[in-house]
C-alpha cells in the first residue's frame, strides 16, 4: 500500500512542475487578485464598501503572520505525533 | 484564496452570514460536547485544527500561473464530521481575516460557507459512500481532495451570484464560467496535493493509535 502513496506523489509533483514551467508565468499573482480584475472587468463600477480593519505594512511582515500560521499548526501536529510515539516507546521498553 | 474583504455586496454578505452561522455555532457546541465526553479525543481536535492552520497558510504556485492555497479540512471532517469542521475552520478565517487582510470579516460569512461548511460536507458524503469499499487512507485521499475542490468551486459561484455579467440565471453562469476558470482549475493539483498529505496523516494517525478508526465521523 505504502508504494502506492509514493508513486502518486511522484506523479503528481511531477505532473505539477512540468505544467508549472509550462505556464505562461506572468507574476504567480494569487487567485483572488484574479478574480478581482475579473470583478473589476463584469462591473467596472463596484467599488469595495469595506477595507481591511489591519493590514500587513509589508510583503516581509505578511509572510511572517502567515509562517507563524503555518508554524502554529505543525506544533500542533508535531506535538501529538512525538507524545503518541513516545508513550508507545515507553510503553514497549 | 478566500473572497477579498468588500468584494460581495452587503445583501450577499449578509445571506452568507445566516447561512453559515448557525452551523458554526452548533459546531462549537459540538465541539465542547466531543471534548466533555471524549476528553482522549481533544489532541485529536488540536491536530485536525493544525492541519487546517498549516495548509491554508501555504501559497503554492500552480498550472494556470497564479497561486492559491489548500484548505486542510480533510482531515477534520474526516475524523470529527462537517459541524466541527466548521467550527475550526472559522478559527483559522478569522487569523486570516483580521491579521493577514486575506479573506475578510463582511466576507466571513461567504468564505466560511465554502471553505468550512459546503466543501467540506460534500468531502464528508464522498467519505462515507467510498469507505465503505475502500481503505481509510485511500478514502481520506478522497474526501480531502474533493472538500478542497469543491470548496473552490463554491467561490467562484458565490462571486458569481454577486457579480452575474447578465440578467437573470444566463448571467450568472456566465460568471460562474468566468470565475470557475480562474478557481477551479488553479486548485485541482493543490486538491491532490492536499488529498495526498491527509491520506499520509491520517496513515500516520492511526499508526500510532488504533482508537482513531472509531473516531471517524
Redesign the interface.
Known sequence: ?RWK?GV??LI??S??IS??S???????????????E??GE??PQ?E?????????PSGEI?SL???L??A??????G???G???GT?HARNA | MHIMEGFLPPLWAGVWYVFALPIVVYGAYRVKKEIEENPRNKSLLAVSAGFIFVLSALKIPSVTGSCSHPTGTGVAVVMFGPAITAFLSVIVLLYQALLLAHGGITTLGANTASMGIIGPFTGWLMYRVVSRRLDIKLSTFIAAAVADWVTYVVTSIQLALAFPSGGGVAGVIASATKFLAIFSITQIPLAIIEGILAALLMGYLIQLRDTVVEVTA
Open positions: 500500500m502513496y502518486i506523489l503528481s509533483t505532473i505539477l505544467l508549472v509550462i505556464a505562461s508565468a506572468e507574476e504567480w499573482a494569487g487567485a483572488d487578485a484574479k478574480a478581482e475579473a470583478i463584469i462591473s463596484y469595495p464598501w469595506f477595507s481591511p480593519l489591519f493590514e500587513p505578511e503572520l502567515f509562517s500560521q503555518s502554529i499548526g505543525s506544533l500542533l501536529i506535538y501529538y505525533i507524545h503518541h510515539r508507545r
